[in-house]
C-alpha cells in the first residue's frame, strides 16, 4: 500500500515523521501522563524512550505497513501538537489511532485529521473497513470517532491493557466504518 507522504487540511499539515521530531514529542505529550493516561505505552520518563519510539515508527513508515503523521497547526510557527497512524494489518482493513497535547484539546483537532484520513482510506479501492478501539471510559476518543462517522460495534471485555493504569486489561469500545 503506498500512503501519501502528507495530507492538508483546512487548518492542518499531518507529514512524516523525522527523528529531529523526538524532544517535542516528547517534552509535548509523551512525558505527559494526563495525555497518556489511556495510551497502550507507558508515559516517557526520558527523551531516549522518545527516540526509541519514534525509530520504530519510521521504520514502519518506510515499509508501508501503515503510516504514521505528525500533526501541525497551518496558522502557526508552534510546529507538532500530535500525532495521527493509519495501520494496516490486512489487505482490506486500516486501523487509527491518535493522540494530542492537552494545550490543544477540545480545538476540533483530532477530528479534522481522522476525517481527512478517513476520506482519503475510503477512497482506496481494496480497503472494505475502518476500525479503531479506546478505552471504555475514553469519553473524548468515542466522540471523536462518532464525529468521523464510526459506529460502535459493542464491549470488548478485558481487552487491552493501559499500563498507566494498571496491569490489569481494562473494557475497550471497538468502532467500525465500512463500505
Ligand atoms: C481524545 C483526543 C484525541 C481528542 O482530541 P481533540 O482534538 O481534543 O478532539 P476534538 O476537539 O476533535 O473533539 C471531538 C469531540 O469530542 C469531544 N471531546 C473531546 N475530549 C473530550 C473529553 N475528554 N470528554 C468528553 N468529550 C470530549 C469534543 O467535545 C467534541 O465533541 P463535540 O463536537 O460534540 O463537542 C485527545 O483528548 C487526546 O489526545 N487524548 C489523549 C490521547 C488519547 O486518549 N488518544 C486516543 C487513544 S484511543
Same mark, same amino acid.
Given at each position: 500500500? /503506498?500512503?501519501?507522504?502528507?495530507?492538508?487540511?483546512?487548518?492542518?499539515?499531518?507529514?512524516?515523521?523525522?527523528?529531529?521530531?523526538?524532544?517535542?514529542?516528547?517534552?509535548?505529550?509523551?512525558?505527559?501522563?494526563?495525555?497518556?493516561?489511556?495510551?497502550?505505552?507507558?508515559?516517557?520518563? %526520558?527523551? #531516549?524512550?522518545?527516540?526509541?519510539?519514534?525509530?520504530?515508527?519510521?521504520?514502519?513508515?518506510?515499509?508501508?505497513?501503515?503510516? %504514521?503523521?505528525?500533526?501541525? @497547526?497551518?496558522?502557526?510557527?508552534?510546529?507538532?501538537?500530535?500525532?495521527?497512524?493509519?495501520?494496516? @494489518?490486512?489487505?482490506?482493513?486500516?486501523?487509527?489511532?491518535?493522540?494530542?497535547?492537552?494545550? #490543544?484539546?477540545?480545538?476540533?483537532?483530532?477530528?479534522?485529521?481522522? /476525517?481527512?484520513?478517513?476520506?482519503?482510506?475510503?477512497?482506496?479501492?481494496?480497503?472494505?473497513?475502518?476500525?479503531?478501539?479506546?478505552?471504555?471510559?475514553?469519553?473524548?476518543?468515542?466522540?471523536?470517532?462518532? #464525529?468521523?462517522?464510526?459506529?460502535?460495534?459493542?464491549?470488548?471485555?478485558?481487552?487491552?491493557?493501559?499500563?498507566?493504569? %494498571?496491569?490489569? @486489561?481494562?473494557?475497550?469500545?471497538?468502532? %467500525?466504518?465500512?463500505?
Amino acid at each position: 500500500m /503506498i500512503f501519501p507522504k502528507f495530507f492538508e487540511t483546512e487548518r492542518l499539515l499531518l507529514r512524516q515523521p523525522e527523528m529531529e521530531d523526538a524532544l517535542r514529542i516528547y517534552d509535548r505529550y509523551a512525558s505527559d501522563p494526563k495525555v497518556t493516561k489511556y495510551l497502550n505505552w507507558l508515559t516517557h520518563n %526520558s527523551v #531516549k524512550k522518545t527516540e526509541v519510539y519514534l525509530e520504530r515508527m519510521i521504520e514502519k513508515n518506510r515499509d508501508n505497513r501503515g503510516q %504514521s503523521y505528525v500533526i501541525e @497547526p497551518l496558522d502557526s510557527s508552534i510546529g507538532l501538537v500530535g500525532m495521527i497512524a493509519m495501520h494496516y @494489518p490486512n489487505n482490506f482493513e486500516i486501523k487509527f489511532g491518535y493522540v494530542l497535547m492537552s494545550e #490543544k484539546w477540545g480545538q476540533g483537532i483530532i477530528s479534522e485529521a481522522l /476525517i481527512a484520513l478517513v476520506k482519503w482510506a475510503l477512497a482506496q479501492d481494496h480497503i472494505y473497513r475502518l476500525s479503531a478501539m479506546c478505552d471504555a471510559e475514553n469519553r473524548g476518543s468515542a466522540r471523536v470517532l462518532e #464525529k468521523a462517522g464510526f459506529e460502535n460495534e459493542g464491549l470488548m471485555r478485558k481487552s487491552d491493557i493501559c499500563p498507566n493504569l %494498571s496491569s490489569v @486489561p481494562r473494557d475497550h469500545l471497538l468502532f %467500525s466504518k465500512v463500505k
